[in-house]
């Protein structure tokens, strides 16, 4: 079989196994609840009159995906491992690039999926205003992009580790530190710490999943935004195989 073929089935058995339990159901109810409260009640959708989604409802998605994601996340490895089935699967005949990829793209449909779930707001605001859907799916995009971002970060998380609370725990805070790098706040003290260093505060932000999300939310769809999330999903998914490589070798 070649290699797409060992992908696909990789993905379809992770994909049915989400389903085939209730914490998936769980996650996509959370995660609509979530976005239909902050977006409503929170973000103040109705009073601000806008026929955007940009300040009351994509403005939310890295909060949520912070501790959403690693939810998704942590079992893809650390479950193989804790069971024993991690050394089973890497005996198997396919390369441990493909069981990687294949388990992290069934991961990336199913947060997709509870994306793509969110459509009653983009009919809602369609039904009030005459919003440009060009930039909304635009933000979407970006959306997904940054799922990716954080579930491949904790791909390499759930590698390390065993324990799903472990990896669950620094995940979020490795997607911390990409929301907290693009953070005006934090932003604003770096520029005062470092007067000299703005090169030094550059790159800090260069790395925040806010800046490169700013643009997808304004509709621009630029390939330096792309190409980061893209960079960091394969960094990360580059580090979890040789991860996994030294435990197949110990």
Known sequence: MNSFGNIKTIAKRELEAYFASPVAYVFIVIFLLLNGFFT???????ERGEASLANSFFMWHPWFYLFLVPAVGMRLWADERRVGTLELLLTMPIAPWEAIVGKFIASWIFLGLALALTFPVVITVNYLGSP??????????????????????????????????VSFIIAVVACLFLILAGFPPVINLLQNLSHHWQWLVDTITSLSVITHFDGFQKGVLDSRDVIFFLSVIGFSLF????????????
């Not at 409503?40 to 109705?46: A, D, I, R, S």
């Not at 799922?147 to 590698?159: E, N």
């Open 132 to 165: 440009d859907n060009g930039v909304i799916l635009s933000a979407y995009v970006g959306s997904w992009l940054m799922a990716g971002a954080y579930l491949a970060v904790s791909c390499i998380t759930s590698a390390i580790t065993r324990s799903q609370v």
């Open 239 to 250: 580090t979890t195989s040789v991860i996994l490589r030294t435990h197949r070798t110990n």
């Open 40 to 46: 409503f009640m929170v973000g103040g959708f109705f």
